[in-house]
């Protein structure tokens, strides 16, 4: 598991067979109708190739995200701490409204692993 965009919020990664990346991303709602509530969202697509990763969400109360860097090594000193791994790249968040209007939000993340989490690079099924 990584962290994601705000305290408590995480991302789940799995490398399945020939590179196929199943998951989901654990956020905090933030619209009038959803605050605070935790929602899960699903990837729909994912992808590993070498230290390439992308994967996109499903949509979620009219959120949805995209994914595109790569794993790498990260601060942690050894297998076991915070941050052994870190997801870096550029993140986009889509937002569609209720009248149909889809906003989209690009910025650079760095996502990093969990102590409990960093002994693997993304986990392998």
Known sequence: MYSFL?????????????????????????????????????????KLEGASLTFTTDVVH??????????????GKKPG???????????????TDVNQKTFSKSREVTFKAFPSDAGSEPSRK
Request: no cysteine; net charge negative; hydrophobic share 35%.
């Open 62 to 75: 009219g959120t949805a995200y995209e994914f595109k860097g790569t794993v790498g090594r990260g601060e």
């Open 6 to 46: 705000k305290e408590g919020e995480f991302v789940q990664v799995t490398v399945e067979d020939a590179g196929r990346v199943t998951g989901f991303v654990s956020r905090y709602g933030d619209i009038e109708s959803d605050k605070g509530v935790f929602l899960d969202q699903f990837f729909k697509t994912g």
């Open 81 to 95: 701490d915070e941050a052994y791994y870190v997801l870096k790249g550029m993140l986009t968040e889509r937002v």
